[in-house]
Every structure is written in C-alpha cells, then in structure tokens.
C-alpha cells in the first residue's frame, strides 16, 4: 500500500469551519481528502500542520481513527477559501469513479433531465420528484442514498447532494452539500457541511458553510462588491485578499442566523455565533457571539447544541465538548 501525507494547512479565514475538524476531513468533493486516499488505497501516515500538540490530540480524540495521524511541524502553502469554491467541479468529476454500483443505475425514477443523462448518478435509495429537473450541462449530478428532491427543485452540475438530504423548492448550482441538511431557496458556487438547515427562501453564494448551522428564512449572502473590486475577508483583526471579485461568506459550525439577515461581501461568521437585532451584518463575528455584542453563555450553547443535535439522533460526545469549552 502506497503512503502519502496529508494536509492540514490553511489560512486563517477557513479556521471556523476548522475549529472541530483537520483540512483533510472537510468534504471538498463527493469524498474529503482522507476518504479519498483510502479509496484510491493510499495509507496516510502524517499530516501537516501548524496546530499545537493539545490541539491535534484533541481533534484525534473527537475524530477517532480518522484523526489519529502524526503530526509534523510545516511551513508549506495554506489551503485557501477561493481555492475550494474553485475546484468544485474538477473535485466532483475526480471522484465519481469511486461511487458504489448503486449509483449506476437510476432505477424506476422518471426524470426530467437537461443534458446527458449518463451524467447523472442517483442511489437508487434516493427520492426524486418527476417535478425537479436536473441538468448536466455544465457537470454531473450526483444524488445520494436516502436524499429527496421534492417538487420544483432545479439542479445544475457540478453538484453533489448528501446522504439523507433534503430539497424543496431549492435551485442549486455548482455545490457540494453534506449528509443529512434541509435546503431551499437558492444556492450556488458553495460548499455545506452536514447537518445543516437553509430550508426557506434567500440566497447563498459563493460560500462555505460549515455543519449544524441554521440560516434563518431569507437569511442572504452578498458575493460581489458594489465597485466589482476584489473581496477582502477579515478575521480577527487581520484583512486577507480573497483573490477574487465573487465571494460570500465563511460560516462556521453551530453558527445561526435570525430571519432576514443579510451578510455582507466576505463576512466571517465564526463557530457558535448567533446573529441577531441588526438586519445588515458585515465584517467578521467572533465565537459564540450572541446578538450584536454580547457573547453566548457556554453551558448554555453547550446544552442547546444537544437539544438540536439530538433531533438528528446525534449527541454532544465528552470530546466534542472538550472542544468546544476550550475555543
């Protein structure tokens, strides 16, 4: 078996979707990158990375064998947000030669396909309305186990949805969405985590999103600057060029939003933030702000996380609140 080292360097602005994971455990494609090593059957020894001995055990600990690598100190190049939202498609099309046999047949469903069909690739344990239509004009749609597509949905590839996710009256272009999320509204050129809920009407684009995250009814993201200048994100008190005139958000785990929020051009919402009060919200919020200033009690934030997890048959794990006690 071949060996190969895996990375877990970043800049800055990806760290709230990074708190609770290593890079190569975010879903860059059907696959994240470890996934994706095993399949091609590639045995990762180390990684690299400039988090700190506590941190690496701890993202071990939660994480399991996925996590329990060796690290090695390394000065090499940082992974950044542009470059994930960029390589959606290529990602996509990279790994559909490692989908199980069910996906190569697409059952009794009667669809309504724009394009070749034979670039569409449903489980056959997904449920596809005869109403959504797919079109694979610009990339393939890939569909899995146990997703459902209700009514009016409009898919457009690249586009990879979920085990157990859920579509209704969703237009989605160019994205990869995680296991186990309720969508809707429109979507385009982003990258969601798992568990996560944008189920109403607004827009997001050009954006990561992390997992547990629930983005309020028209909850809306600005990807592209009134002058079309280049977008600059802010973490903390640093600016970093996004290295591109489109760009949205960067929102992290656990993080919510109120009805009617609208996110500024390259906002950062970081891991556990609520936002609420103000409509229009720009720049970069801290871990778990709470409103506009004050900040979210952790017990508190601690015993929610579970009541909504738990919907999910999902629990807070002693490691997960190690973590989340310690950010």
Known sequence: MAEKTLNDLFEPTLTPVLRLRPLYLLRDGILHPLARLQ?????????????????????????EGNGRLTAIASEGAEVRPNELLANIGR????????????????????????????????????????????NT?????????????????????????????????????????????????????????NYTNKHHEGFLGHSIVGDWVNLGAMTT???????????????????????????GSIIGDYAKTAIGTMLGTGSIVDLGANLFGLSHRSGYFRPFLWGETKIYDRNKFIED???????????????????????
Request: with cysteine.
């Open 221 to 247: 993201t600005s990807d592209l600057k009134n002058n079309y200048g280049e977008v600059r994100l802010t973490f903390g008190t640093e600016k970093y060029a996004a290295g591109t005139i489109k760009f």
């Open 137 to 193: 004009e610009a990339g393939p749609v890939v569909i899995d186990a146990a997703a459902r597509i209700g009514a009016f949905c409009l898919l457009r590839g690249p586009l990879y949805i979920g085990a157990r996710t859920q579509l209704d009256n969703c237009h989605v272009s160019n994205a990869i969405v995680g296991t186990d999320c309720r969508l809707g509204g429109e979507i385009a050129d982003s990258v969601i985590g």
């Open 91 to 134: 990602r996509i099309a990279e790994d559909i030669p490692y989908l199980p046999t069910e996906f190569l047949s697409q059952g009794n469903f009667r669809l309504h396909i724009e394009g070749e069909a034979k670039h569409c690739y449903i489980h056959t344990d997904a449920q596809v309305s005869a109403h959504a239509v797919i």
């Open 39 to 63: 399949k091609q059957n590639i045995q990762p020894v180390l990684f690299t990375s400039k988090r700190t001995a506590t941190e690496s055990t701890n993202l071990a600990a939660l994480h």
């Open 305 to 327: 996380a579970g009541r909504m997890m738990q919907r999910r048959k999902q629990a807070v794990t002693p490691a997960l609140e190690k973590l989340l006690r310690e950010i």
